[in-house]
T-cell receptor, first 115, second 110 residues
Framework: EAGVVQSPRYKIIEKKQPVAFWCNPISGHNTLYWYLQNLGQGPELLIRYENEEAVDDSQLPKDRFSAERLKGVDSTLKIQPAELGDSAVYLC?????????????FGPGTRLTVT | GEDVEQSLFLSVREGDSSVINCTYTDSSSTYLYWYKQEPGAGLQLLTYIFSNMDMKQDQRLTVLLNKKDKHLSLRIADTQTGDSAIYFCAAGGSQGNLIFGKGTKLSVKP
């Protein structure tokens, strides 16, 4: 069974440019998460989807970040315009979402460098 | 909000036991988790413990939970060089998300 797939793995852009990250969760997983991981830190939740509905986007900086999960499967996270401080790893995770245990499976992440 | 704290570094010799400690603040966390992250990779769930348990053992891994003190530990027996990685403690947040600590970098010396 394929795990969580993310692309691209690495992205280098200049500040003020737009950037998009893509995530394909594990088949059958209804819940999808985007996390931000700064260097030397643990992941921090940006947004959580239940199917196609964003049920927790309280930590998403909505002035420049947006996300969508059309048809409740793949998801895209966008930053426009990017700032130097956005350099980080963006992790996508998925889970079945129907148990209290809520085991989350993580993708390898997209490492973004903003110059 | 929920806060999870861990020591940042641990160095052990191959064959010794490693103990990684974690404290959390939200006593309502139902599950507590340990994740492993190798360089350039995503997080891999190692083990978890339900909040009404004191201990869970899974092969070389032993998780101890002191719910009164909100203290969680991960013991790795017979630590190998392949165990070198960053280990994250995580608590289940009230919104169904996970709150992670900053991670403990485990270095295993031959």
């Amino acid at each position: 069974e394929a795990g969580v797939v993310q692309s691209p793995r690495y992205k280098i852009i200049e500040k003020k440019q737009p950037v998009a990250f893509w995530c394909n969760p594990i088949s059958g997983h209804n819940t999808l998460y985007w996390y931000l991981q700064n260097l030397g830190q643990g992941p921090e939740l940006l947004i959580r989807y239940e199917n196609e509905e964003a049920v927790d986007d309280s930590q998403l900086p909505k002035d420049r970040f947006s996300a969508e999960r059309l048809k409740g499967v793949d998801s895209t996270l966008k930053i426009q315009p990017a700032e130097l401080g956005d350099s980080a790893v963006y992790l996508c995770a998925s889970s079945l979402g129907d148990t209290v245990m809520n085991e989350q499976y993580f993708g390898p992440g997209t490492r973004l460098t903003v110059t | 909000g929920e806060d999870v704290e861990q020591s940042l570094f641990l160095s052990v010799r191959e064959g010794d036991s490693s103990v990684i400690n974690c404290t959390y603040t939200d006593s309502s966390s139902t599950y507590l988790y340990w994740y492993k992250q190798e360089p350039g990779a995503g997080l891999q769930l190692l083990t978890y413990i339900f909040s009404n348990m004191d201990m869970k053992q899974d092969q070389r891994l032993t998780v101890l939970l002191n719910k009164k003190d909100k203290h969680l530990s991960l013991r790795i027996a017979d630590t190998q060089t392949g165990d070198s990685a960053i280990y994250f403690c995580a608590a289940g947040g009230s919104q169904g998300n996970l709150i992670f600590g900053k991670g403990t970098k485990l270095s295993v010396k031959p």
